[in-house]
């Protein structure tokens, strides 16, 4: 008995092996290019396939949206579709010979999975295939918006935001002067990196800034903004140093015209030596004088 099972199970393994292994097997041999495709709200989408089989019948065709529940999207015999597709398909699709679907005026609502089915009734097994689609929206143009002026005082913070109407899966990059900043410790981009946080402005961060916003279908830069830093002491400086200035052309007036004073020419020969070279000795030794 234990003999006859196991000779029986070796027979039908060897029919089996022998039945995948002839070219006379009766099935639908799908071939599926691309399995991941992308497209565009507004554009299409071309689900890609083709078919081979022995028979010469028309195939039957389902091209299914694998939701919780299956919905089906469309079923033909040959390119022939049977019944009334739903209503949000019915005006959206085509299918060809070769069991290609075109899927057009894609909507979000289409990203999904999308399984195929090719029967034809001589074949023993059908022919079936996935492919993905994703579906995006284009992004419009990103601008920087901020709160605060982009007139900014040495150590103010200011945070940038990259702004834009459009766009979906999106992410950000943020350049300064036209290169690509990182999260620093000053430098603090938000976890999706939308936003870009400036502590503490140092003079350096006087600069131009762009954001660039990316998603699967597309890449759009912002207007570049410019960041001004200013030093609140910078206008004392500017004042004091005017000021100095014009006591020193007062001072110089007045000793050209005190005719008391010693005349302007021997002082000036002893002074060109300081800054040559050749008379370091002098200058260390007269260093008190200066
Ligand atoms: C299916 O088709 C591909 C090429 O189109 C071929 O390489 C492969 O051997 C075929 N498979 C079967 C089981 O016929
Ligand atoms: C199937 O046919 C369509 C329309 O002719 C074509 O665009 C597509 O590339 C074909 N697919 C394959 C996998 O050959
Ligand atoms: C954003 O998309 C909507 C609808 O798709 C469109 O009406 C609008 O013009 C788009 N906005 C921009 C700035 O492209
Ligand atoms: C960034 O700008 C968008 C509008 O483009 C706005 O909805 C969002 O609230 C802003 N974020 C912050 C943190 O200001
Ligand atoms: C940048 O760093 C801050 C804190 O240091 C963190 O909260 C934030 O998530 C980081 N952003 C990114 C994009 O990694």
């Known amino acids: 008995m234990k003999a006859e099972v196991k000779i029986i199970s070796k027979v039908l393994l ?10 006379e097997v009766l099935a639908v041999n799908m071939t599926i290019p691309n399995t991941l495709i992308r497209g565009t709200v507004g554009g299409e989408a071309l689900f890609s396939v083709r078919y081979s089989s022995f028979s010469p019948d028309l195939p039957v065709i389902k091209w299914q949206l694998k939701r919780e529940k299956s919905v089906t999207i469309v079923q033909s015999i ?11 398909y019915r005006d959206r699709i085509l299918v060809f ?8 005026n894609l909507r979000l609502s289409d990203d999904g999975t999308y ?25 419009s143009r990103p601008y920087i918006h901020m709160e605060s002026s982009s007139v900014l005082e040495l150590s103010e ?18 350049f300064k002067g036209g290169k690509p900043l990182t999260n620093e410790t000053r430098f603090v981009l938000s976890p999706d990196q939308k936003l870009l946080t400036i502590t ?3 003079m350096t961060d006087d600069d131009i800034y762009s954001c660039t916003v990316e998603n699967p279908v597309g890449s759009i830069t912002s207007l570049p903004i410019k960041l001004t830093v200013y030093k609140r002491s910078s206008l004392y400086i500017i ?7 014009l006591l020193i052309t007062l001072v110089t007036v007045c000793a050209c015209w005190t005719p008391s004073k010693k005349p302007r020419h021997p002082p ?17 030794h007269t260093g008190t004088v200066v």
């Open 14 to 23: 060897l029919m089996f092996f022998d039945f995948f292994n002839s070219g």
């Open 78 to 88: 040959g390119t022939d579709i049977i019944g009334t597709p739903r209503p949000e």
């Open 97 to 104: 010979e070769n069991g290609t679907l075109l899927l057009h």
């Open 115 to 139: 399984d195929v089915e090719i029967s034809i009734t001589d074949d023993t097994f059908t022919g079936e295939g996935t492919i993905t689609l994703t579906v995006d929206e284009l992004i």
């Open 157 to 174: 913070n200011i945070v940038l935001n990259c702004s834009h109407e459009n766009g979906t899966r999106t992410s950000y990059k943020w």
């Open 200 to 202: 503490r402005v140092l």
């Open 239 to 245: 004042l004091s140093t005017g000021g100095i200035f």
């Open 268 to 284: 000036r020969k002893p002074l060109s030596r300081f800054y040559s070279n050749s008379h370091r000795a002098q200058i260390t």
